[in-house]
């Protein structure tokens, strides 16, 4: 076992990162947080069988699959590393997995060791405007890496709240705290990913949320098929960072109010 751990943000970044010459062990990331139940204690038991429940149901997914693909690969946070490498992106989907892997590590270990450094890839015109490590090579991911920055407790505390108020699901209380944070150190790409969460928890006067209503707009503009929406809602709106199944989760919600009718 290395004394250096990476945490991927999910199994398309793997095969980049395979590329490099990079020491270290390597978790891939494999929940959506952004979706679903959660509770504040990201340790307890019940967080994970809820997760684990609604994962199954929703994506229909068996749960001993849940458990070997997600829960088993967690338990390489148990490990002593004295480094631990997040990679994770700029969109909403990564930056709630981000809270949850800073919650479960703050829990988990003292502050003081091992050193946790963040590198996040934002639109880069280095990367031809990559919009994900997926896209990128050995070569790109070592570059990322040379300009990785380590947290301290300060953004650990910053996610802390962050990840508090993400679970709470209270719209004003996440605007006026929004409202009131200028410094973001480290994780500057936190603030624009909870404004795009902020808009999830608005409802407006149809009783739709943003995104529902981003997709009933998509579809009345003539997509009249789930991969001519996903196309068209991934180009526009790319701060969520929804893969289908996710987005499936609003358009059968959209069906289901009678809103909307798919082709296949």
Known sequence: MSNILHILNGDAAL??????????????WREVLSEGPLQENILSGSFWSARAQWISQTFHENIDFYQHK???ELGKLNSDYTEI???????????VNLLGVLQMLSRKTDMSAPAIYLICLADCVQFNFAKGLGELNGEQFEELYDGRERLNEWEFELATEAWQLYVQ???????????????????????PALQAHLKRLQVNEAGLGYIEQRL??????????????????????????????????Y??????????????
């Not at 699901?169 to 603030?191: C, I, R, S, T, Y």
């Not at 996903?230 to 996710?246: H, L, P, R, V």
């Not at 358009?251 to 296949?264: A, M, N, P, T, V």
């Open 169 to 191: 699901g209270n719209a004003a209380v996440l605007e006026k705290w929004l409202n009131e944070n200028n410094f973001w150190g480290g994780m500057p790409l936190l603030k």
């Open 70 to 72: 997600v829960i088993d």
């Open 15 to 28: 095969s980049g990162f395979n590329e490099t010459g990079l020491d270290g062990d390597v978790l891939v």
């Open 85 to 95: 490498n997040l990679w994770f992106e700029f969109d909403l989907h990564c930056q």
């Open 251 to 264: 358009l059968d919600s959209l069906q289901q109010k009678q809103l909307i009718s798919l082709s296949i």
């Open 216 to 249: 009933l707009d998509i579809y009345n503009s003539g997509a009249k098929t789930r991969s001519s929406i996903y196309a068209t809602f991934w180009n526009e709106d790319k701060i969520f960072g929804m893969g289908d199944s996710e987005i499936d989760i």
